[in-house]
């Protein structure tokens, strides 16, 4: 069936996603720290959420279907909305020429623990509604993330924090949607899993277009620039500064 494959690819670009974060935030916690350590509580951390996981998955397998759709649906769509919101910040970050710089507030290991549990449970709140609608495929999609972010962190290291999430937000977050319409409406009447083609192609125009729109907040900091070249000169300010 289609819907195999997409919840396999769903599946994966969730876990790639969310534990891409984890691992170059403990890259980064490495460099900190030169201790080792920081990729056991990493993964620590993640197992935690991951291992109930699948009991609470088993769970829902038990409720009626519609239920089960429905309740899928609603996960899909808050975390959906959540990594558009994301992809349009990364977008506006990326304009402003700015970037995320990882804060060390607490101990090293309570940091790599918790930043292990916080991203693997962002993507549980998605995997959790895949599961009862296709548990081997959202299990061979997690299981490949896994392996794909382990195998590149130890391959990439230090490149790992330069990849590029925007347009990856946007194609997983376009799934999301896609899964959630399609499950929202088998919940009142059935549906030919063809449908989830044109849902994808939609999605990703919207959502495309919609992280890449214009801002003229950003627009405004080259324009000032320009405008105020000759008084940045004579009193010495910074023109977007003094702009905003």
Known sequence: MLSDPAIF???????VLELVETAA??????????????????????????????????LITLLPDALVKLT??????FFAQRLTKSARRAVLNARK??????????????????????EAFEAAIALVGLLPNGFQATVLGMASGIVGVVASTYVLRDHVRKVKQADMKVVVAALLFSFATFWLGEALTPLTDLILIPLFVF?????????????????LAPRAAAEGGSSASSDGRDPVLAAE
Do not use: D, W
Request: cysteine-free; glycine content about 10%; hydrophobic content about 55%.
């Open 72 to 77: 899928a649906g609603v996960l899909l769509l």
């Open 97 to 118: 020429g700015s970037q995320y710089h990882e804060q060390f507030h607490r101990g090293t290991m309570a940091t790599a623990f918790s930043i292990g549990a916080i």
């Open 25 to 58: 935030v403990a890259l980064a916690l490495h460099a900190h720290s030169g201790k080792n350590a920081v990729y056991l509580y990493a993964a620590i951390g993640t197992g935690v959420v991951f291992a109930p996981m699948f009991i609470l998955g088993s």
């Open 9 to 15: 690819l769903a599946a994966l670009g969730i876990t």
């Open 203 to 219: 999605f990703v125009i919207v959502l495309y277009k919609f992280a890449n729109r214009a801002s003229p907040a950003v627009a």
